[in-house]
């Protein structure tokens, strides 16, 4: 019992450190199997060749040594890294800003078409607070982020990545939010920036983020 | 003057793999038990070796993976893709042409 309590924790450890080195999450799961399959028919050699299985196991550990070399080798091999960790500013430097584009024009097509503004009189000047335009205001300016981060936010988790993309991320987002204008007629992304809307984007997504991941890390082995 | 494969001694482990599993698949711990019986004892590659080779030639696309069940246990078995087979064959043409030259200088080295 004492031995595959051992066992399970050095696994966790070791699928950490692979995470968070970097190692795409179907090289560590693999692994992690080929390592416990190996150790078991290690055991099973040693002990079809009369060791008790107490001994056999002990014998086994030593012959496979430490797991730090096996860390060292594959985090050596830039070709077992993710792609998420490859191409991490792709991901939270410029991604967000895309897809805050894309979230803010598809919002505005929905309204405009949905609304029914279409069917307006063309001397009829839209007003700022003619109806769903607020609400979609309001989306765009607050949810929409969220639709963006929580993704970006959990997988940077999950990919045990280096708190500084999704700083990044979350910077990205809340200056993209903070500079969209929408307007009766148009919507833009550019100056000027609101900075309180950025600044209380910025506080509460990074704030959601550092107790998720302390969160995390005290599950961590 | 020629230039061998700056990877050829780094890649002994990577020739020793697909030769032996151009024969036949395994799984890791054969692979281990099979280099090493092979090699009549005079290499042994460990799992802090074995594994990171399998997997970067995986990633390569010089081996593929299947999941077989033997004796009611799942296994994860290695066998050469094409590419994998002219890779190796490329890698034992060096292997051979270095070694000859090694061996040459060796069995020369009271002439000079």
Known sequence: MFRLRVEVHEDAHLAEQLLRGGIAPRHVRRALRELRDHREDLIAQLEQQGLPPDAAACEAQQRLGQRDALTAQMLAQPELRSRVHRFAWLLFGIAPLFATLVLSVATYFVVIVFGGYFALPEHVQLQQEHGALPVASAFMHWIAPLFIAVPLGMLALRRRMSPVWPVVGVVVIAVASGALAVRPNWILIGPPIDALRTLALACGLLLAYAAARARLQRWAP | ?112
């Open chain 2, 1 to 112: 003057m020629t230039h061998p494969d700056r990877a050829l001694i780094a890649g002994v482990p990577e020739l020793l793999l697909l030769q032996l599993l151009a024969q036949r698949p395994m799984y890791g711990y054969e692979l281990a038990k099979a280099v090493r019986v092979v090699s009549q004892d005079v290499i042994t590659l460990g799992e802090s070796v074995l594994y990171p080779t399998l997997h970067v030639l995986e990633q390569r696309g010089l081996l593929r993976t299947r999941e077989r069940k033997v004796d009611g246990r799942a296994r994860i078995y290695y066998e050469p893709t094409a590419k994998g087979v002219k890779r190796l064959a490329a890698l034992t043409a060096e292997w051979r042409r270095i070694s000859l030259g090694v061996e040459n200088v060796l069995a020369g080295a009271g002439h000079v």
